[in-house]
């Protein structure tokens, strides 16, 4: 398993649309990820799971990645995060 | 036979019935007959075979229809809401109930987080009622949407189902609750929909039906004969010839100028106004610059915003109004605080006077952007309530380098101080929906009071007269950007009360135009008197259509 600790970009945190970028590219990952946040984990592909963790601009949040290839997939999924979605 | 209601605006359409089905009861909490295993098979297939048809119904409409039934389709998908519906399931419940309160549970968590995402707690109910539906073998509940055309039938329509409703489908609405001031009048108006509300008996009009409604006179001819259908058809033509009739300015029949203008919300709508003979804009809404952010836009982001407006309408008037925010429409950088009152709290220009910096960045933006453009660009402030207010705007708006700066007209106190607030302002324009709203203190929002919401009733007109009063003997113009505007008659009987131009939905223009050309200003002010002198909202209205038919 691989773990990375990311910081959230997007001025406005993790809602909505960016939540929605995330999220599917989560899901077409193909191995499952999760998504911490303090004590609390998170299946990365679900919005609403992802949406219910209330993650904030500036929030670090753990990803972690079990299967093939996981750290391809844990490099294109932190780059997500470490983009700020709200800036286009 | 033949219903009778209150018609929006003068349209006929003929079609048939297709009811709107009630939202289904609330599933029960009883202990499962099956195994668990097998309801966990039921809630799955239900919630994939949801999903698939709403994703089908998302690429049948289209636009941003699809983008809204999309993520209801992942929400539909998702892996939480399906874990959670089998950790339910183990429990020993129904498919029906662990997916009802699985539903129900992400709902209460997105409303607790308010903003954006509490706004989408009705997805996520329209969701739920759908998968129930599926799992019980019923029709979904919600607007239909068969592939035929239709006039929908419905109790009454809320904002959600409106987003919904695939209007190239609908031919006209039909309403058994509802006054002309309720969301589906307000719909059909701003849509140009064929729409007769408050319909007593409309709900028990069978399905498939051929019915013809008609919005002049507020009839539906329920199974009308050869005859009938023959004259609606020919008259369904002639009107739609006329609306593709080159349209020329706003002109009483005395040739009087009307200025009709259009209402906005955002630059996308500009193209469609100019085509539907908009002069300009009467009210440019600026609040969607503002949702769904944490912090206010810069002013560079404003300007390019106000910028694509403006160069849509070269050498035209322009009016923008300021942030429109409060309690109601909390904006986290503006005033999220809980207020009891939201309508009487801080909000309109007093939160923005809290927040003086987001008031300068705006005008500031505005002044930018008015630079680049021929438009002629008027800044207006919503919500005064006193003189004071008045004077705090116009002179942050001058000191920025605005040339034009007006108040909204939406408080009883300005409107009978109109005399002195106008002798600061360079305009007054009105906002009838908030205008009623206040004189009859009754909330627009709560369905309970939706009868005393009627911009006809003559104390709410005798407040409009006392603004074109004061317009009139100081020279400022008195506009009007309130949804009466776009009801024709009334329109007139705002002329009447002395207003120099109308704003409205882009929809609305034709039929105010074509209905401002049959009178005279002598007319309108016949008419205006007919209006004070009734007792009631209904009288004005039976007062006026009376002698305008006469």
């Known amino acids: 398993m691989a773990e990375r600790t990311v910081t959230i970009a997007s001025t406005h945190g993790l809602h909505a649309r960016p939540a929605s970028i995330f999220t599917q590219a989560a899901a077409k990952a193909g191995v499952p990820v999760q998504l911490t946040k303090g004590e609390k984990t998170v299946n990365a592909a679900s919005i609403l799971g992802v949406i219910s963790l209330g993650i904030d601009h500036n929030d670090d949040v753990v990803l972690s990645v079990e299967g093939d290839d996981e750290n391809a997939v844990l490099d294109e999924l932190a780059a997500l995060l470490s983009t700020d979605h709200d800036a286009a | ?550």
């Open chain 2, 1 to 550: 036979m033949t219903f009778t209601g209150v018609g929006i605006g003068r349209g006929m359409a003929m079609g048939t019935v297709l009811q709107m089905p009630a939202p289904l009861p609330e599933p029960q909490d009883a202990p499962s007959a099956l195994s668990v295993d097998a309801e966990k098979e039921r809630a799955a297939v239900a919630l994939a075979a949801t999903a698939a048809g709403i994703r089908a119904r998302g690429e049948r409409a289209g636009g941003s229809a699809k983008d809204v039934l999309e993520a209801q389709a992942f929400m539909a998908e998702d892996p939480t809401l399906s874990d959670d519906v089998k950790a339910r399931l183990e429990t020993g419940k129904t498919a029906e109930r662990a997916v009802f309160e699985a539903f129900a549970s992400f709902r209460d968590l997105l409303v607790s987080m308010g903003g954006y995402m509490g706004e989408r707690a009705t997805d996520l109910d329209d969701v739920s009622q759908r998968v129930v539906a599926q799992l019980q073998g019923v029709e979904a509940p919600g607007v239909p949407d068969p592939d035929h055309q239709f006039v929908l039938v419905a109790r009454d329509l809320a904002p959600a189902d409106t987003a919904l409703l695939n209007l190239d489908k609908v031919l006209g609405l039909i309403t058994s609750d509802g006054g002309p001031t309720s969301h589906t009048a307000i719909l059909a108006r701003e849509k140009s929909i064929v729409a007769v509300v408050g319909v007593a008996g409309a709900l028990d009009i069978p399905n498939g039906t051929t019915v013809i409604v008609d919005a002049s006179t507020g009839a539906v001819t329920v199974d009308p004969d050869e005859d009938a259908r023959f004259k609606a058809k020919i008259a369904i033509q002639e009107r739609a010839s006329l609306a593709k009739a080159p349209a020329g300015p706003g002109r009483l029949a005395d040739d009087t100028a009307i200025p009709l203008l259009a209402n906005l919300g955002s630059s996308g709508g500009a193209a469609e106004a100019v085509e539907l003979g908009a002069e300009g804009v009467g009210l440019f809404r600026t609040e969607f610059l503002f949702l769904d952010s944490a912090q206010a836009p810069t002013v560079a982001e404003q300007q390019s915003q106000y910028s694509a407006l403006f160069a849509a309408f070269p050498g035209k008037k322009v009016v923008v109004r300021a942030l429109d925010a409060g309690a109601d429409k909390p904006l986290s950088f503006l005033n999220d605080a809980p207020e009891e009152n939201p309508a009487l709290g801080l909000r309109g220009l007093r939160a923005l006077r809290a927040n003086e910096q987001i008031l300068r960045d705006q005008l500031t933006a505005i002044r930018n952007a008015e630079a680049e453009n021929t438009a002629e660009v008027w800044v207006m402030a919503p919500m005064v309530s006193t003189l004071e207010e008045t004077r705090y705007f116009t002179s942050i708006a001058r000191e920025v380098g605005l040339k034009t700066a007006g108040v909204m007209i939406e408080v009883p106190s300005s409107a009978l101080l109109a005399d002195r607030i106008l002798v600061d302002a360079d305009f007054a324009s009105i906002g009838t929906n908030d205008l009623t709203q206040y004189t009859l203190a009754a909330d627009r929002l709560l369905g309970s009071v939706a009868s005393f919401q009627d911009p006809w009733h003559p104390a709410v007109l005798r407040l409009v007269g006392e603004v074109g009063k004061a317009g009139a003997a100081l020279g400022k113009p008195v506009g009007i950007c309130g949804e009466a505007a776009a009801d024709p008659l009334l329109a007139v009987v705002l002329v009447g009360l002395g207003a120099t131009s109308l704003s409205m939905s882009p929809a609305a223009l034709a039929d105010v135009r074509a209905e401002l050309r049959l009178y005279t200003i002598e007319q309108a002010q016949h008419f205006a008197e007919l209006a004070l002198k009734a007792n009631s909202a209904m009288e004005a209205r039976a007062a006026v259509s009376a002698s305008a038919s006469s």
